[in-house]
């Protein structure tokens, strides 16, 4: 299996997220699908997994996690003992007053 192949048994569940958050019938992930989210997945022996630019879905029928990245495959791991924290990435302008910068210096 490729990198970037899924699975038949996580072909629905990517069908249905595609639906959900871009609107649209496809059965495979485009760049912009992954957006300003990482996934950090946390295991019970206090390991961990971060990955950027991804997404995860949780199948619990299978009792699977997958972590979609953009850049570094697909991932599909046992669910039991998981930790998932996703992260959005949020960016802001905070303007600088001059008159600090110069008290700076």
Same mark, same amino acid.
């Given at each position: 299996?490729?990198? =970037?192949?899924?699975?038949?048994?996580?072909?629905?569940?990517?069908?249905? =997220?595609?639906?959900?958050?871009?609107?649209?019938?496809?059965? =495979?992930?485009?760049?912009?699908?992954?957006?300003?989210?990482?996934?950090?997945?946390?295991?019970?022996?206090?390991?961990?997994? %971060?990955?950027?630019?991804? %997404?995860?879905?949780?199948?619990?029928?299978?009792?699977?996690?997958?972590?979609?990245? $953009?850049?570094?495959?697909?991932?599909?791991?046992?669910?039991?003992?998981? $930790?998932?924290?996703?992260?959005?990435?949020?960016? =802001?302008?905070?303007?600088?007053?001059?008159? $600090?910068?110069?008290?700076? $210096?």
């Amino acid at each position: 299996m490729n990198p =970037h192949e899924i699975p038949a048994r996580w072909m629905e569940a990517v069908r249905q =997220h595609v639906r959900d958050t871009r609107g649209e019938e496809r059965g =495979h992930l485009l760049a912009y699908d992954f957006g300003d989210t990482s996934v950090r997945l946390a295991f019970e022996d206090g390991s961990y997994a %971060f990955f950027r630019d991804a %997404f995860c879905l949780r199948d619990e029928a299978l009792r699977e996690v997958a972590v979609f990245t $953009e850049h570094c495959g697909y991932y599909f791991l046992a669910s039991d003992g998981v $930790e998932v924290e996703v992260l959005e990435t949020v960016s =802001h302008h905070v303007p600088v007053d001059e008159y $600090e910068l110069a008290a700076d $210096e």
